[in-house]
């Protein structure tokens, strides 16, 4: 049933980039524009966009919506990523709420309904301005880290996986020539599905992740092994989030205020300590942004589509501050504190680690 005087909905993206975004943002448009007759207002920069007088937002038209948008990388309505808006940093070292000046952007806007596209730190924010003021919002989840506690899949993880896995296709090759190790290093702010899901995609031999602690002794006996078979290469695969051997977190620089540290680097640290425990020779690929630009893969652009036309079904029956989720391969939803609450690892006894084992991948523990 239509929620009564439905007629205009936001749709905004927060958090980091993705493959998958605007396939998101294409689904919203169709499902509301097409079918339901709605309004939808592209907002620019996430609740960034909602603090300027007047706000910065578009009208998004069908014609916009078409299959171009599909393919495309990144959002083209931009993200914010940093400076929480009930805190937000000031150049003088302050802080300052800003959430009344985001519900009166909302209300500028003549907003029925906020379709928020992001990860969890997105969640928890969005979830708060729900319950400080009008912000009628439903939540589409996104990370290549595939963190968020509420849903199996968010968009943008498996296209980052097929990323990487390309990464290892090419790694693989060029090792064998050359009888190095090659370390991969990808994303996964604190988590390592990425890594475990590209390593056993792409035939890695050792995996490292946050979630395992690691010690070099059987990563070396590991690498040792396979020479013994006659093997004159290794792949291994590093979440960024991984410790090096001494235990430290690597960071890549200093982070802008406001900004999540930014993690990066300890693959080069790990390549060093594996030449100096094995004497074969290891260089190190850290992919990056790689894995979050360029066009969607097939399962995230199914994904944000489902995502995006169950999103507005949300919006229109009323049943603000859900989340869309996917469990047991179809789209469903839930409650939005669930995602904003719960981070969800890798679990170390779960299918994905016993799968790696079971194809005898060392994850540094053993
Ligand atoms: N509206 C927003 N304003 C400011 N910062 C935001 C906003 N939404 C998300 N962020 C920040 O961006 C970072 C990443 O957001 P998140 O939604 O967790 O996405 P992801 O982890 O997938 O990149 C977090 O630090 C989060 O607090
Ligand atoms: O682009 P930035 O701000 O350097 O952030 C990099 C971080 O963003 C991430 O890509 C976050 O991913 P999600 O946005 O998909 O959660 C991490 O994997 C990485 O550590
Ligand atoms: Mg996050």
Redesign the pocket.
């Known amino acids: 049933m239509q929620h009564a005087g439905m007629r205009r909905i936001g749709v905004m993206t ?3 980039d ?1 493959a998958g975004l605007n396939a998101a943002i294409r689904a919203v448009v169709r499902r509301a524009v097409g079918h339901h007759g709605l309004e939808v207002i592209g907002i620019h920069q ?3 966009g909602l603090l300027e007088d007047p706000p910065r937002a578009e009208p998004l038209t069908l014609a916009m919506a078409d299959a171009g948008l599909l393919r495309a990388g990144g959002t083209i309505l931009g993200s ?6 009930f805190s937000f940093p000031l150049p003088d070292g302050g802080v300052t709420d800003l959430s009344a000046k985001i519900h009166a952007g909302v209300a500028k806007l003549g907003l029925d309904a906020i379709i928020g596209i ?8 969005m979830h708060r301005l729900m319950q400080t003021g009008h912000f009628p919002f439903v939540g589409i989840p ?4 595939n963190d968020l506690g509420a849903t199996e899949y968010a968009i943008g993880h498996h296209t980052a996986v097929e990323v990487a896995m390309e990464a290892l296709d090419r790694l693989q090759p060029t090792a064998a020539s050359h009888n190095r190790i090659m370390v991969l290093e990808v994303m996964g ?1 604190d988590a390592g599905h990425i890594a475990l899901a590209a390593g056993i995609a792409g035939g890695a031999d050792v995996i490292l992740i946050p979630e395992i602690p690691w010690r070099m002794a059987p990563v070396a006996a590991a690498i040792r092994a396979l020479r013994e078979r006659g093997r004159n290469f290794a792949l291994v695969v590093v979440a960024e989030a991984v410790r090096t051997a001494e235990g430290e977190t690597v960071f890549a620089g200093p982070s802008a205020p ?3 540290p930014r993690l990066g680097g300890v693959g080069a640290r790990i390549a060093n300590a594996l030449e100096k425990a094995t004497g074969a020779e290891a260089r190190v690929t850290v992919l990056g942004h790689v894995q979050r630009g360029g066009s969607p893969g097939a399962l995230d652009r199914i994904v944000a589509s489902s995502m995006g036309v169950h999103a507005v079904d949300l919006a229109v029956a009323g049943r603000f501050g859900r989340i869309v989720v996917w469990a047991e391969g179809r789209v469903g939803d839930a409650p939005v504190d669930q995602a904003a609450g719960a981070a969800r690892p890798v679990d170390p006894e779960g299918d994905m680690v016993r799968v790696a084992r079971g194809l005898g991948i060392c994850l540094g523990d053993r």
Do not use: E, F
């Open positions: 927060t958090g980091g993705c996430g609740t960034m914010v990523n940093r400076g929480t808006p992001g990860g969890d730190g997105s969640m928890r924010i996104k990370t290549i880290d702010r406001g900004a999540m």
